[in-house]
Each structure stands twice: as C-alpha cells, then as structure tokens.
C-alpha cells in the first residue's frame, strides 16, 4: 500500500514539474502566473507529511533555477523560505480547514515571491526595486491560491483515499 | 546551568538554502553548461507538446473553417489564373534586372540568412522574460543570434545547444538594443522592465522626436541588423527636469504573449 502511495505521489510530482516548466507560462496574466510547486507543497504538508517539505521545496527550486535564466540559487533559496513559512503555518494551524490551506498557499507563495524579488534586486542590479516586481509577487501569489483553490480538491480526489487507508490510527 | 542551543538544524538550512547562490556566483561556466544540458534535456518533451498542441489546434481550426474554405477555395482559384499571368511577367522582369546589374557590375545585395524555428517553452520563473527555440546549433544557431517576428525584433540568443536555444526576450529587464528614431534619427539604448514595456534611453536633450515615431534598430553593436522594426512611440519624457537626457516609453510591435513563431537572422545585415 506505502509503494502504492508513493508511486502516485511521485507520479503527481512529476505531472507537477512538467506543468509547471511547460504549461504554466503560457497561463500568464501581464507578467503574473501560478505556481504549482506551491500548490502541490501545501497539499504534501497538509495531507502527507510537513516534515519533509523543506527539503522537497528546496529539490524543486533547483530544478527550477536549472531550467530558468534568472541568477542560479534565488529559486531554489525563495522556495526554501517559502518552505520554511508553510512548516510554520502547518505545525500550528488546523490542518483539515479548507480556508487555513488557501490562506497558507497565500501566505507562502507570497512570502517566497517576495523574498526572491529581494534577492533578485540585491543580486541583480539591472532589477531596480520598482514597485512592479513586488506588486506582480502579490498578484502572482493571488493567481496561485485561485490555482490552488482548483487544483487541491483534484490532488484531494485523487490522492487522498489511498492516504487514508495507508495511516494507521492509535485507538487506545 | 548551561542553556543548550539549537544551532546545527538552522546553520546547515542556512547553508544549504544559499549553496546554490554561492555556487551560480562562483562557478557560472558550470552553471551555464548544466542549464543547457537540461535544455537539451527537456527540448525533445517541449517539441513533442508543441506538436502535439499545434496538431490539435491545427485540426480543430482546419473543421471550423471548411464551409470558409469552400468559398475562400473559388475566389481563389480566380486569384490563382491572375497571378500566373503575373508570373511570367515577374520572370521577363527578373531577367531584365539581372541583365541590367550585369550591366551596372553591381553586387547581389541578399536578405540575411534566416531559419524559421518554433518558440517551445517559456521560461517558468516569473521575474524573467526568455523562451525556448526549437532550433540549435546544428541549424546554424549561435550566440547573439537576432531573432525577428512579423510585427519586428523580439530579442536574441543567448546560448545554443544541439537542438535548442534560450533567448532573451526585448522586454526582460536585461535587454538591451541600439534603436534610433526613423523620422529624425536621434540614437537612443531601448531598455525592458518589469513592466513588459520598452523604455528607450540615453536620447539627446534636443532631439526631436514625437509620440507616433517608429523605433528601428541602428545596427550598432553588430548583434542586431540594422532597420529592423521595434515599436512605437507612446511618451516622451525628461530623466531629469533640466537634464541631459530624455526618455521615451516604446510600445514594442512584437506581441511577446503570444509568440509561437520567430525567424532567426544568422548575421548582421551591419557587418
């Protein structure tokens, strides 16, 4: 059943990077696009395991920073913070919430976005600290959790019933 | 009583979030070649979506359009008759031409060489503004590569693979290209932005030009041809007030949002 469940998480990843890397841009409205890498780690934090999704957030910034022009690391280095947000939020808040999962999506493709747009005006002086970058992370990280809101019952239906039947309850 | 601190965990994090900055800033030659690897990588998945969704999209076009087809097909078919005529008249003038330069003893003045290649990704992160050609240096692609669409210029290569190529596009924030003012030839730098617009700089305080004027490239620099179309004037404005320069906002031809098509121009028309 575990081989079962991680062979599907694994088979939703990679769904997960191909759309990302391929789909994703072409979704873009003036600039601002979902992220799926955020979508996919709130629903592994919340329904699988928020232990773990730092490291798969920092695995999935590299694979990013390597199919990317921007400076190598900011990707990787603004999802880990991102990372890092969402193990906050999901070690103290209700998991099973709806509203708590939109609102961390939120919160952390937010606070990602804006702390690679620091990092890329830091690194990079031709990115000047206009207002448009980080209004543009806002809007990005409202089309990400309007994705997310989509997207997370999908990974729900599909993934969730074998989720279940593989966790094992203490019941005295 | 000691106070024991937890400082492994958040160190290592630390260092591990920002290995890969210290390694880009280090090692960017690495770096390079490890991106396009994973270009060439990936191109064979882009270029089998592209065909996939342009086989799609071609043949959900190609049943809409029939009943248009059949009457585009008539008109047409008189179209056809006309232009034979024309054909051999265009031949009988071609031959004159060539008798007439012969003449003259002057030099076959040829296009650039150009390759049509397919834009088969974009790039994913949201802060840049580069795509993915499906033509490489087997085509005969190299670094600075001009790359032209029906409305004008959209950007140049920045590297090639075998098969594949990443350009960057006019609009991102790092592009730069020598333009100059079609009407008063005032020399200007045109500039991306976050914003997805064209700022044109480094104009003359009394330069001449006026919101409407077309922006074409000046050839200078020897990466992009020169006359190629770039865009329109939309404002005009001082850097500073009393300054030296003056800028100008330039509405690019190009609609970089739905690029799918671009002609590579192997050599400067300038060198």
């Given at each position: 059943?575990?081989?079962?469940?991680?062979?599907?998480?694994?088979?939703?990843?990679?769904?997960?990077?191909?759309?990302?890397?391929?789909?994703?841009?072409?979704?873009?409205?003036?600039?601002?696009?979902?992220?799926?890498?955020?979508?996919?780690?709130?629903?592994?934090?919340?329904?699988?395991?928020?232990?773990?999704?730092?490291?798969?957030?920092?695995?999935?910034?590299?694979?990013?920073?390597?199919?990317?022009?921007?400076?190598?690391?900011?990707?990787?280095?603004?999802?880990?913070?991102?990372?890092?947000?969402?193990?906050?939020?999901?070690?103290?808040?209700?998991?099973?919430?709806?509203?708590v999962r939109l609102?961390?999506?939120?919160?952390?493709?937010?606070?990602?976005?804006?702390?690679?747009?620091?990092?890329?005006?830091?690194?990079?002086?031709?990115?000047?600290?206009?207002?448009?970058?980080?209004?543009?992370?806002?809007?990005?990280?409202?089309?990400?959790?309007?994705?997310?809101?989509?997207?997370?019952?999908?990974?729900?239906?599909?993934?969730?019933?074998?989720?279940?039947?593989?966790?094992?309850?203490?019941?005295? | 009583?000691?106070?024991?601190?937890?400082?492994?965990?958040?160190?290592?994090?630390?260092?591990?979030?920002?290995?890969?900055?210290?390694?880009?800033?280090?090692?960017?030659?690495?770096?390079?070649?490890?991106?396009?690897?994973?270009?060439?990588?990936?191109?064979?998945?882009?270029?089998?979506?592209?065909?996939?969704?342009?086989?799609?999209?071609?043949?959900?076009?190609?049943?809409?359009?029939?009943?248009?087809?059949?009457?585009?097909?008539?008109?047409?078919?008189?179209?056809?008759?006309?232009?034979?005529?024309?054909?051999?008249?265009?031949?009988?003038?071609?031959?004159?031409k060539r008798r007439?330069?012969?003449?003259?003893?002057?030099?076959?003045?040829?296009?650039?060489?150009?390759?049509?290649?397919?834009?088969?990704?974009?790039?994913?992160?949201?802060?840049?503004?580069?795509?993915?050609?499906?033509?490489?240096v087997r085509d005969?692609?190299?670094?600075?590569?001009?790359?032209?669409?029906?409305?004008?210029?959209?950007?140049?290569?920045?590297?090639?693979?075998?098969?594949?190529?990443?350009?960057?596009?006019?609009?991102?924030?790092?592009?730069?290209?020598?333009?100059?003012?079609?009407?008063?030839?005032?020399?200007?730098?045109?500039?991306?932005?976050?914003?997805?617009?064209?700022?044109?700089?480094?104009?003359?305080?009394?330069?001449?030009?006026?919101?409407?004027?077309?922006?074409?490239?000046?050839?200078?620099?020897?990466?992009?041809?020169?006359?190629?179309?770039?865009?329109?004037?939309?404002?005009?404005?001082?850097?500073?007030?009393?300054?030296?320069?003056?800028?100008?906002?330039?509405?690019?031809?190009?609609?970089?949002?739905?690029?799918?098509?671009?002609?590579?121009?192997?050599?400067?028309?300038?060198?």
């Amino acid at each position: 059943m575990r081989n079962a469940v991680d062979r599907k998480l694994i088979l939703a990843l990679l769904c997960v990077i191909w759309a990302e890397l391929s789909i994703v841009p072409f979704a873009a409205v003036r600039g601002a696009r979902p992220d799926l890498f955020f979508v996919f780690l709130v629903f592994y934090a919340f329904s699988v395991d928020w232990r773990r999704i730092v490291g798969i957030a920092f695995c999935l910034g590299l694979a990013k920073d390597l199919m990317t022009n921007l400076a190598f690391g900011i990707e990787t280095a603004s999802y880990a913070a991102g990372a890092m947000v969402l193990h906050a939020i999901a070690v103290r808040l209700d998991r099973e919430k709806k509203w708590v999962r939109l609102a961390s999506l939120f919160a952390c493709s937010w606070a990602s976005l804006a702390a690679g747009s620091m990092l890329l005006v830091t690194i990079n002086q031709a990115y000047g600290a206009s207002p448009f970058l980080f209004s543009k992370a806002f809007q990005a990280a409202l089309y990400t959790t309007a994705a997310g809101g989509i997207l997370a019952p999908a990974f729900d239906r599909w993934l969730k019933p074998l989720l279940t039947g593989s966790k094992q309850y203490e019941l005295f | 009583m000691r106070i024991r601190v937890r400082w492994k965990g958040p160190l290592f994090l630390t260092g591990a979030v920002f290995l890969p900055l210290v390694i880009g800033a280090v090692t960017p030659q690495i770096v390079d070649r490890a991106r396009l690897f994973a270009v060439e990588l990936a191109s064979p998945l882009f270029k089998l979506q592209d065909r996939t969704l342009l086989f799609i999209k071609e043949k959900a076009a190609y049943f809409l359009d029939i009943p248009r087809l059949k009457r585009e097909n008539a008109s047409l078919r008189l179209a056809v008759d006309a232009l034979k005529r024309e054909g051999v008249e265009m031949e009988e003038l071609r031959q004159e031409k060539r008798r007439l330069e012969k003449l003259l003893n002057l030099k076959n003045m040829s296009a650039p060489a150009g390759v049509a290649a397919r834009v088969i990704a974009r790039d994913s992160s949201p802060w840049v503004q580069y795509v993915v050609i499906d033509k490489g240096v087997r085509d005969g692609i190299r670094e600075n590569t001009a790359l032209l669409s029906n409305g004008g210029l959209v950007g140049k290569v920045v590297s090639a693979s075998r098969s594949a190529s990443r350009a960057i596009l006019l609009i991102d924030s790092e592009s730069r290209v020598s333009v100059l003012d079609q009407r008063t030839r005032d020399v200007g730098l045109v500039e991306g932005s976050e914003a997805q617009i064209l700022k044109m700089t480094y104009l003359d305080r009394n330069a001449k030009i006026e919101v409407g004027d077309m922006v074409v490239s000046s050839g200078l620099g020897g990466v992009y041809p020169k006359g190629l179309p770039v865009g329109k004037i939309q404002m005009v404005g001082e850097e500073e007030p009393g300054g030296e320069f003056k800028y100008a906002i330039v509405a690019p031809f190009a609609v970089f949002s739905q690029l799918e098509e671009v002609l590579c121009v192997m050599q400067s028309t300038e060198n």
